[in-house]
DNA sequence: CTAACTGCAAATTCTTTGCATTAGT
DNA sequence: ACTAATGCAAAGAATTTGCAGTTAG
């Protein structure tokens, strides 16, 4: 695991209960590389757990990013993707690199340092020009992969 | 204008035609400042072009983007934002600043530069190290506008 | 002339909502 | 017990598609 995972402790502190269906989603979503939609998350626990219903999924979701345990992105295929974020999830900090053809995507976490680095910079910066609270930030590349190029 | 604006024999040099919809649709994104969905551009237009369809709009928005003229965007509301890529339109080089709360977007062109000399150093290096042909990236802050704070 | 383009209506797809029931605390 | 959470079916919203008529080159 790695990393500790306070999200039980985190829901109900915030007076909401844990039921088997935010279990289930949260330990998939833990044990996932992918970037899953609603519907793969439903199909994935459909297997094992036929009761809950797709809906239960979107309204996990939804409260899971109101949160902030989880970040919504959209790649361009017109459903939502998730990902747990840093604090709850088992990757490091990345981002992304989008394939326009077949909307594969590559998680880089090269030069991520450096990168990170300017984009607190520039967050101080923007947040002070715009009085603005910032609470994320996202990068991504989009292209063809190598699979797509001829 | 400041600008010079070739969409039209870019167009016709890629055996597309030169329609009334087309040339309206193009005009209206060069004279926008704000980040247009299909159905802002069709409710604008249709004032004076009660004929084009909502159809013909998301029809043209897929082929420009297709030819990168325009560029697609996903604030977070569930609908298509579209704005002339940097050599079609009239604006600088910039990046977002989205409110969560309200959905308001601020451009900001503030510390572009030092963000663009990193971007491409970025893009080069992921670029080989993936194998992957670069055609674009996008970077956005996402928090709570100074009107949303309280 | 003729293939690309268009508009309409219908279809699709993703996501949300209403409501009666179930299940955490 | 009390209320949040759930599942189902239905609704909603954004976008796409089929097709017959129109138009640019």
Redesign the interface.
């Known amino acids: 695991m790695g990393k500790h995972c306070r999200w039980r402790e985190r829901l109900q502190n915030h007076g909401y209960r844990l039921t088997i269906p935010r279990e289930v989603i949260i330990e998939l979503l833990r044990n996932t590389k992918e970037h899953v939609s609603a519907e793969d998350i439903y199909m994935e626990i459909h297997k094992k757990y036929p009761a809950i219903g797709l809906t239960t999924i979107y309204r996990t979701l939804e409260l899971l990013a109101q949160m902030k345990m989880i970040v919504?992105f959209?790649f361009?295929d017109g459903r939502a993707r998730y990902e747990l974020s840093e604090e709850y999830g088992t990757k490091k900090h990345h981002h992304h690199?989008i394939?326009?053809k077949c909307t594969k995507i590559?998680d880089?976490t090269?030069?991520v340092d450096?990168?990170l680095e300017?984009i607190e910079?520039?967050?101080k910066?923007?947040?002070k020009?715009?009085?603005?609270?910032?609470?994320?930030?996202?990068?991504?590349?989009?292209?063809?992969?190598?699979d797509c190029?001829e």
């Open positions: 919504k959209d361009g690199l394939c326009t590559i880089y090269d030069f450096e990168e300017l910079k520039t967050e910066r923007l947040s020009k715009y009085n603005f609270q910032l609470s994320g930030h996202a990068i991504s590349f989009t292209g063809t992969c190598k190029k």
